[in-house]
């Protein structure tokens, strides 16, 4: 829905998609089990950047460590490399990781 609303020029209604997914982790919840839990961490990210809100590099840095630990168990590097190339959002958090550096 953050996504959408976005797209859909919205981004105080994305902001309140965000945050209640950042409330609901806050409190305790968890994205396991969920399909694609670092895009919705990344769509979290993105719109709390949109927004200017200082929250945004804590969740970055949660997708950014939470795909690390993902990767770190694929024991070939070539997996690997295809587990955090191909699939866009992998690639999009760790591109949006390296940018912070720079």
Known sequence: LARAAVAQGNLAVAVEHA???ISYLAGGGSLQGTWEPL???LT???VLRLAGDPQAEKI??????LLKDQASRIPDQAYRSLFLENVS???EVMRAWEARKA
Do not use: D
Not at 60 to 65: M, R, V
């Open 39 to 41: 895009r919705i961490y």
């Open 44 to 46: 979290c990210y993105q």
């Open 60 to 65: 970055l840095e949660t997708a950014f460590n």
């Open 19 to 21: 945050n209640e997914i």
């Open 89 to 91: 959002w992998h690639s």
